[in-house]
C-alpha cells in the first residue's frame, strides 16, 4: 500500500496572539487540501485546545513536546496521558531545538517516544546532522545514532505510530534547503536502516518526511523523490503558502 502524504506544520513559539491564530486557522479552513494529504499542525501547547476547536476536522493539531512520566512534579512540562485525555492525536519529539537548546538527548527523546505510544499517541520522531557532521560525511551515522534508542525500546508493532522527520540542523530556518537529491538520498539511508534494524515491513510502510526551509517553491520538487513521504514545515506553515506546501504533488 502506498504511503500517505504527511505534512505538518510546527508554528514553534508562533503566534503570538489569539487573532493571529484565528487568522492561521482561517487560511487553511478556507483553502482547498489535497484530501489524500494527512495534515497536522502543532501550535504552542497554550493554543493546542482552542485551536482544535477552530480547524477544519480533517487537519489534525499535535504537541511540540511532552514529557515521559504522566503527572508529578516537573513544572512546565505536559504528559503525554494529558494529550491523550484531550484527543490531541500527535506529539514532535527530538526537534533540534529540543535536542540543541534544551540538552534533549537521543536517550530521552526514546523514552519520550516510547511513553506517548504507549499513551496511544502517534510520534513525529525528529532526527537529523549539522552541517560539520555533513561535512565530515557523518550524515547516516549520526541518524542511526539518534534511531537506535528508539529501535531498541519500541516493538515492530510500535512503529505504526511513528513518522521520522529528517530535519537537517543546518536546512532548518536557514533558508538553505537540502537538494532534491540530498534528501532522497539521507531519506534511503534511513529507510535502508530501518530494514535492518527493524524489519523490511516497518522499512516499507514508515512514513520519512523532509523538514528544513521547505516553501512553495521548493517543494514540488522535494515532494517527487520516492522516499520523501511529505514535509514538516516551520516558517512557512504560519504563511498562506503551507497550503501550497500540503498540495505539493497535486
Ligand atoms: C522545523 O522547525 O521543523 C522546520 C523545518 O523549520 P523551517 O521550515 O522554518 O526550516
Known amino acids: 500500500m502506498p504511503r500517505q502524504f504527511f505534512v505538518g506544520g510546527n508554528f514553534k513559539m508562533n503566534p503570538i496572539t489569539r487573532e493571529s491564530k484565528l487568522a492561521l486557522a482561517k487560511t487553511l479552513n478556507d483553502a482547498q487540501i489535497d484530501p489524500s494529504v494527512e495534515v497536522v499542525i502543532a501550535p504552542p501547547a497554550i493554543y493546542l485546545l482552542s485551536l482544535r476547536e477552530v480547524i477544519r476536522p480533517d487537519v489534525k493539531v499535535a ?3 511532552a514529557h515521559y512520566k504522566p503527572n508529578g512534579a516537573f513544572t512546565g512540562e505536559i504528559s503525554p496521558a494529558m494529550l ?3 484527543q490531541i492525536p500527535y506529539v514532535i519529539l527530538g526537534h533540534s531545538e529540543r535536542r540543541t537548546l534544551f540538552h534533549e538527548t537521543s536517550d530521552l527523546v526514546a523514552q519520550k517516544t516510547r511513553a506517548a505510544i504507549e499513551t496511544g499517541l502517534s510520534v513525529i520522531l525528529c532526527v537529523g546532522e549539522t ?7 557523518k550524515t547516516t551515522q549520526v541518524i542511526e ?3 537506535k534508542p528508539v529501535v ?3 516493538s515492530e508493532e510500535q512503529w505504526s505510530k511513528i513518522v521520522v522527520a529528517y530535519e537537517p540542523v543546518w536546512a532548518i530556518g536557514t533558508g538553505k534547503v537540502a537538494t532534491a537529491a540530498q534528501a532522497q538520498e539521507t531519506h534511503a539511508a534511513i529507510r535502508a536502516f530501518l530494514a535492518k534494524a527493524v524489519s523490511p515491513a516497518v522499512s516499507e510502510n514508515t512514513r520519512i518526511i523532509y523538514g528544513g ?3 512553495a517553491a521548493n517543494c514540488k520538487e522535494l515532494s517527487k523523490q520516492l522516499d ?3 514535509f514538516l514545515v516551520g516558517g512557512a506553515s504560519l504563511k498562506p503558502e503551507f497550503v501550497d506546501i500540503i498540495n505539493a504533488r497535486k
Open 145 to 147: 545514532e539518534q534511531l
Open 152 to 154: 531498541d525500546t519500541l
Open 228 to 230: 520523501v513521504d511529505g
Open 131 to 137: 552541517l560539520a557532521e555533513r561535512e565530515s560525511n
Open 213 to 215: 526551509s521547505v516553501t
Open 63 to 65: 504537541a511540540q513536546n
Open 84 to 86: 491523550a485525555d484531550a
